[in-house]
């Protein structure tokens, strides 16, 4: 019989087609009697012409039709019309899980929930002495409800099996149900006994729900092969990858459960559905950190547990005093405006893209900041107990925006390519997720959700704790030019959230810089304000600032709206204009009423000879990000941002004078400024309305800026080829990964770009030497960002060499060739000399010149006899704290 929109089975009517699969296809259709919709799978014939099977099914289908379990697809009826075998089943809305699976996978606390509930599902239908033998993610659906198991019971324990070597060719992933003498199942999920053709019981589905739980917790099978040959070997023999690898904030004790559910031998496996249930729940109700607590005990005496104990009684008791006695107890508390310096020879720096450094947690006791630790001049993030003294926080070398969670116990932060968190009670660091260049911060849910931006490009992101794939919950409005959702934070009940919506193409005035509220729920994104500035919600105000004054504005989060006139709390607060951020933070708790904000600073220029020694001062003070000088070393091309629109433009500085000329004059951002051999034209890029970077020429003599080439990527100017003819720059995709590689551009107006380093690995930073014989980029195909030195293209000969010796970044040549400088990971800038050997160069022996880690900006003249860097000020200025902030607002 053909089935379509229209047939008839029995009281059925077919309405729509929903999918196919192994077991037919499935139909969604009106129940005539009772008025409802159902679904209606239409056996296959290879499965309905066996009488045996047939008679089984139809025996087995009433059996789990008297299944009454809220996580149990329920089977109304079966029938035959025509010679056409059917089902009709409930009609459940939502997606398999293969399907959510396909998206990544669940955070710990979905993964916990849809387990215990399939594992309650097992145990009701072994009571009854059903075994499913097909269990895996596409006979899973997830509702609103929770999940439901789907093909229940259709194979149960009992039925005689082959050989496995007689039947491999007739079990499919496709159709887990086929003829007579078939295995029963899907490989990817079946147990050992299964595919060595063995009997199954119900232990056989526990080994194909462990199957099943790492893949919601990994996002990846537990088995995988190339043909069912390596899929069967790795099932018999193989161990799957440990889930604290691929997700390293898993529970042990979880792990331990998949693990059992996972045994080889089925009497070394949990021997109840019913077993299983209760480990999940108990790992459930003791949080993320179940089987975690136990080494951190050990590190405790005897005295500290005595002195906690003590403490929480002392809390308790003090919740009941003040329970009853909250009128008398509740006095008004004095505002406190203090000043907190950092400790001696540290130097706290909030800089760029250490703008995000400053916080406090949400219990109001703690403070963090960036700074050199010890010797080390990499930046660590310290933490500093407001009533003790400044710590770094190991691990934490070279981290940036870091993340409290709920808490206070965790922070959250960027290192090496990757969010990472680290328990303050001193256990290391542990990957949370891979993220893109750089990378934004966020906030941490009390669900165990973090949101966070992958990207200075780009929406919101959100990711599990522990560990997982992340997930947009944001999307640009490219109709308004928007390029970047940043700075999220999480409103009181942790679904909504906080971010700033802003364009690199207008300034603070722009409509497009807002910030907006949104939902992990359902988005709901609603405007709050036009402002360019990082918002977060405490006591019943919206922090933020304008024109570096920090107010605070009357906001409710139950009607998502501000309800009166914002009112100033702070006054000269440092704004990182690049960054669309000011730098404050302000606890979470309204208990703990700290808001803590950074003074704003500026760099002085500075000549310094080669040793290091500082000269005379350039120019004025200004916020400069990056510089360039011209060939003959008389003038220099920098960045400077203007702090009322935060828009930045390229200006240039006469060093013979000591004045300085705009030189672009956009309404989007405009940067990495490139002179061409002669002097006469300068290259550089600019953001444009879509979010990417595109590359500009223009003539310091006048007249307009050129557009001369761009595409979905981000680009960024490095080197004109000696001649002037073609342009090295950086090409970065920020939508798929963080690789970036070295392209050349001819300046022929063809606008044909190809890439010259191209490879799996990060390829950055392309300069041409003097002669145009030699490349220097910088590579992470060791592991690690070195500088090498390759042949020009054209130049003939072939090799790489390796120009840094222990990480290093950036090759600047020196005039006549002889020399080329690079900065090493710690900050440290060499000179190494140079020489070619006919087709191969030679390195000498590097020299340290000085350390940059105490400049914001720096530029070397042309035949490395002088530099100039920029200082801040006043880099170390004190944090600003004030305490019981509210209370600054006039009711």
């Not at 975690?292 to 008791?317: G, M």
Request: charged share 20%; hydrophobic share 40%.
């Amino acid at each position: 019989m053909k089935i379509q929109a229209g047939s008839r089975l029995g009281p059925y009517e077919i309405t729509s087609h929903i999918g196919a699969g192994g077991m037919g296809e499935v139909w969604r259709a009106t129940d005539t009697r009772l008025d409802r919709s159902v679904a209606i799978k239409v056996l296959p014939t290879e499965f309905a012409a066996n009488a045996q099977l047939r008679m089984r099914f139809e025996r087995e289908a009433k059996t789990i039709s008297q299944l009454n379990h809220p996580h149990i697809c329920t089977l109304h009826d079966v029938g035959v019309e025509s010679g056409t075998h059917y089902l009709v089943m409930e009609l459940l809305d939502g997606e398999t899980l293969a399907d959510r699976l396909s998206k990544g996978a669940l955070p710990l606390d979905q993964a916990l929930r849809y387990g215990i509930e399939i594992a309650s599902a097992l145990d009701r239908a072994h009571r009854e002495g059903i075994v499913h033998r097909d269990l895996k993610p596409a006979n899973i659906m997830i509702t609103k409800s929770g999940a439901k198991l789907l093909d229940f019971g259709l194979a149960k324990s009992g039925l005689s099996t082959p050989s496995l070597e007689s039947t491999i060719d007739g079990a499919t992933q496709a159709k887990p149900l086929t003829q007579e003498g078939t295995i029963v199942g899907t490989f990817q999920y079946m147990a050992p006994e299964q595919v060595s053709g063995e009997a199954a019981d119900t232990r056989t589905d526990i080994f194909a729900f462990g199957a099943v739980l790492y893949e919601m917790l990994t996002g990846h099978p537990a088995f995988h092969g190339k043909n069912r040959t390596s899929m069967i070997a790795a099932i018999l023999s193989g161990e799957p990858q440990a889930i604290s690898t691929l997700v390293p904030l898993t529970p042990p004790a979880l792990e331990r459960v998949v693990k059992t559910c996972l045994a080889k031998d089925p009497d070394d496996r949990w021997q109840t559905a019913h077993d299983v249930m209760l480990e999940l729940k108990w790992i459930d109700e003791g949080g993320s950190q179940a089987g975690v607590a136990a080494p951190l005990v050990h590190r405790r005496k005897t005295r500290e547990r005595l002195s906690w104990s003590i403490a929480i009684a002392a809390s308790l008791l003090a919740a009941i005093l003040g329970a009853l006695f909250v009128r008398e107890v509740r006095k008004p508390q004095p505002v406190l405006r203090t000043s907190i310096a950092p400790p001696n020879d540290v130097v706290i720096d909030n800089i760029g893209n250490n703008c995000g450094a400053l916080t406090i947690s949400p219990d109001g006791r703690f403070l963090t900041f960036a700074a050199p630790s010890g010797t080390d001049t990499k930046r660590s993030i310290w933490l500093r107990p407001l009533d003790g003294d400044a710590r770094p926080i190991p691990g934490t070398e070279g981290a940036l925006f870091p993340i409290w969670s709920p808490d206070s116990k965790f922070i959250a932060f960027f290192s090496d390519g990757k969010l990472k968190k680290v328990d303050l009670s001193g256990a290391p660091p542990l990957a949370i997720c891979d993220v893109q260049l750089n990378p934004r911060s966020g906030s941490w849910n009390k669900d165990g959700t973090i949101i966070f931006s992958p990207t200075s490009l780009g929406p919101i992101y959100r990711v599990p704790a522990s560990g997982g794939t992340p997930v947009a919950v944001t999307k640009l409005d490219l109709a308004t030019n928007e390029t970047t959702h940043r700075w999220a934070s999480f409103l009181p009940d942790g679904k909504h959230f906080l971010y700033l919506a802003g364009t690199h193409s207008a300034g603070n005035k722009s409509d497009t810089n807002a910030i907006y509220v949104d939902s992990l729920e359902k988005p709901e994104r609603k405007l709050i304000l036009h402002v360019r500035s990082n918002a977060i919600y405490a006591s019943g105000y919206l922090l933020y600032a304008r024109d570096r004054t920090l107010v605070a504005h009357p906001f409710d989060p139950s009607k998502l709206a501000l309800t009166g006139d914002p009112v100033p709390i702070a006054q000269n607060v440092q704004y990182a204009a690049g960054f669309f951020r000011t730098v404050f933070s302000v606890a979470a708790e309204s208990s703990h009423n700290n808001a803590g904000s950074s003074v704003a600073a500026k760099s002085t220029l500075h000549w310094y000879d080669r040793s290091g020694k500082q000269l005379d001062q350039i120019g004025d003070p200004d916020e400069y990000l990056d510089m360039n000088a011209s060939p003959d070393g008389t003038r220099f091309a920098t960045t400077i941002q203007d702090s009322s629109t935060g828009v930045s433009n390229i200006w240039i500085h006469d060093l013979q004078r000591n004045i300085r000329t705009r030189f672009t004059f956009a309404t989007a951002d405009r940067d990495a400024a490139v002179w061409s051999p002669d002097g006469r034209r300068i290259a550089f890029g600019g953001v444009a309305a879509r979010g990417t970077q595109d590359l500009f020429i223009k003539d310091l003599n006048g007249g307009a800026e050129q557009l001369i080439y761009k595409d979905d990527r981000v680009k960024i100017p490095t080197c004109f080829s000696p001649d002037g003819k073609s342009l090295l720059f950086t090409s970065i995709n920020f939508s798929g990964s963080s690789k970036d590689d070295v392209w050349i551009l001819p300046l022929d107006g063809s606008g044909k770009a190809r890439p010259l380093f191209q490879t799996d690995a990060i390829e950055n930073s392309g300069v041409f030497s003097p002669d145009g014989r030699w490349i220097a980029y910088v590579s992470n195909e060791s592991g690690r960002m070195e500088t090498y030195v390759v042949p020009a293209p054209g130049n003939g000969g072939s090799g790489k060499w390796q120009l840094s010796a222990a990480g290093g970044v950036g090759g600047e040549w020196s005039r006549d060739g002889s020399e080329i400088l690079y900065v090493s990971e710690d900050g440290k800038v060499f000179a190494v000399p140079f020489k070619a050997d006919g087709a191969s160069p030679v390195f000498g022996a590097q020299t340290l010149l000085f350390d940059l880690t105490q400049f914001t900006s720096g530029l070397l003249m042309p035949d490395h006899s002088r530099f100039i860097f920029g200082k801040p000020k006043s880099l170390n200025a004190p944090v600003q704290l004030v305490t019981n902030w509210p209370a600054t607002i006039k009711k």
